[in-house]
C-alpha cells in the first residue's frame, strides 16, 4: 500500500498518495475523456467527408457509386449491430434507443435478433472446439472452447438485462 494510505471502515482504503494528492489527480485528469472526446471527433469529421464525397458521386455517377454505397451499407450494418450487441451488455434498451433515436421498443424489435447470432456463434465455436479436440489440436479447441464461454456469459447478461428492464 502507497505510504500516506490509511484503511478507513466505511470504504476500506482512503487518503493522499503523496503531499501533492496524486490519487486525485489521476482519478480526475480526463485524458480518457479527452482521447473518447478526440476519437469521436474524428469519426464524425470522416463520416462529414464521406457523406461529401458520396454526394459528389452520386451527382457525377449515380449508378457508379451506387455499390459502394450497398458496400458501405452492409459494413455500417455490421458495426451498428456489433455496437448495440456490445451496447447491451451494460446499458439499458432505453439507454440504446435513446443512443440510436428511435422508441424503446423499436430498438429492441430491430435488435432483439443479436441474441441468435450470440447462440449461432457460440454453436460454430462449440463445434470447432470438439473438432479441435478430435484432432489433437488442444490448444485450438482452448480458443474456441473459451471463446463460447465468453459469448454464453454475454448472452447470460443480455438475457438478465432485459428481465430487469421488464
Given at each position: ?30 485524458a ?37 454505397i ?67 489440436d ?29
Amino acid at each position: 500500500m502507497p505510504k500516506g494510505y490509511r484503511m478507513s471502515q466505511s470504504s476500506g482504503v482512503s487518503g493522499d498518495w503523496s503531499a501533492t494528492g496524486r490519487r486525485q489527480g489521476a482519478l480526475t485528469n480526463g485524458a480518457a475523456s479527452r482521447y473518447i472526446d478526440g476519437m469521436m471527433s474524428d469519426l464524425d469529421t470522416t463520416r462529414k467527408q464521406l457523406s461529401r464525397q458520396l454526394a459528389e458521386g452520386i451527382a457525377t455517377d449515380p449508378i457508379g457509386v451506387l455499390p459502394v454505397i450497398t458496400a458501405l451499407q452492409t459494413e455500417t450494418d455490421g458495426h451498428l449491430r456489433e455496437a448495440v450487441r456490445q451496447a447491451a451488455l451494460s446499458s439499458s434498451w432505453s439507454e440504446i434507443a435513446t443512443a440510436l433515436g428511435v422508441s424503446k421498443q423499436a430498438a429492441h424489435q430491430r435488435f432483439k435478433g443479436y441474441a441468435e447470432g450470440v447462440a449461432n456463434e457460440m454453436k460454430t465455436h462449440h463445434r470447432a472446439a470438439k473438432q479441435a479436440r478430435r484432432d489433437g489440436d488442444t490448444a485450438q479447441a482452448a480458443q474456441s472452447t473459451a471463446r463460447r464461454d465468453e459469448l454464453a456469459t454475454q448472452l447470460r447478461t443480455a438475457v438478465r438485462a432485459l428481465k430487469d428492464q421488464m
